[in-house]
């Protein structure tokens, strides 16, 4: 039966998840990554060459895919963003319209959720929205999700995870779940600003760019968050770059990626002709500053990527660069504002949430508030967080701007999977769960 170690407890209060063997993980996912087939050549091709071979290998890993999972039944998870269009984009050209469903879960009137509706319209996909505004947060449901969908009990963000199975649960059984994981960030979006040259720094960059509940800080003090990485690449750093082995390894392994027992997600960002392609180009074409990721994808489905995304703030992927860069100035200027101005916060918030309110939610008194009372309350009564002041995280939430919502989230998903794991226990006559 799964026990938490003091390092995982640990892990999970800073990292958000329960972090295993990260060397094996990586090269389960990377093992048929090969960026020598490339050698020079992406040093010396022109950018239109890089372009045509990204779109070649893009389509290459989504007929792979499709031959890995088939299928009759296939479902989209559709966001606002490049990834899941991208991958709905690349399924139309082997798939009819009607052996595919997209689904998108938030609040109606965000980027998100609305987005979606859109894209499903002009391709002639049936879509199936679900308004996050009406989850029941009833805890005998929740633990009943948890302890049926996953084999650990300890699952990264398990709240999040709850709204996504009641938007799937009606129509994604016997379906394959398409996700856009590992899109944008086997593009480089995870990416210093410039090359960690050694495992040490690619080790404090990690550190510093996964932790969940940044600034604040769950773990004990004296808990080192390097002490679960590896002390060295466990690939070549000229096959794949420091910083993507431990991304992928990592992050994608034990916060992502994780298997549901009730569906089959699938992605093609994870085949080894595209990663071949995308890890062999030069750190300049992947960094956030000039990823050539989403200039292939726009380029590969032109049609679909000159309609408005939320990640370049209702603008297309073709909209010249200073445009995009002047409503990003105005995003944050009026994010400012709706923070000064309550009468402006009602329509700037909305647009740009995602998914959830969680720190509305909590600030007012509602089923979500309670159960998370309930559930932080539990923890603190196990004496396994006693470093942590929770009765003050618990009073911090009165504002929906609050900074706790996101610690007080992560420590209900722990709380939970206590609890899941007690019920195991118990069902199998063993004893109550502990440390």
Partial sequence: MYKLSYHDIQSYLFYGAVYGDIAAAGRMVLGGCDTTIYGSWVQTATTRQLIDEGVRCLRQAARDALDSFPSTNHVVSLSGGFDSRAILAALLEHLAPGNLTTITFGIPGTFDYELPIQIARITGVPHHSFDARNV???????????????????????????????????????????????GDNSGGSHLPRTPSRTWDSARIYFVQRNHETKPMILSERTWDPKSLLPDGPFLSPDAVSMDDQLDVGGRESFRIRIPWRSYRKAT?????????FIYSLPFHLRSSRNPLYRRIVAEAF????????????????????????????QHRVRKEMAKRIPRLRSSFHVAHLQKFDYAAALARDTDYSALVHDLVRGLAARRVVDHLDIEELWLGRSSIEASTARPLRLLSSLELGFRVSELRRAAMGGSKATT
């Fill in 136 to 182: 029941k947060w009833d805890l005998g449901n929740v633990i009943q999700f948890a302890t049926r969908e996953f084999e650990s009990p300890f699952v990264p963000n398990l709240i999040d995870r709850y709204i996504n199975y009641l938007a799937m649960r009606d129509v994604a059984r016997d379906a394959v779940v398409w996700e856009g994981t590992l």
């Fill in 302 to 329: 032109p049609s679909l990527f000159k309609l408005p995304l939320q990640t370049n703030f209702g603008l297309g992927a073709f909209a010249p660069r200073p445009v995009v860069f002047l409503s990003r100035v």
């Fill in 268 to 276: 093609i960002f994870d085949r080894p002709v595209w990663l071949s």
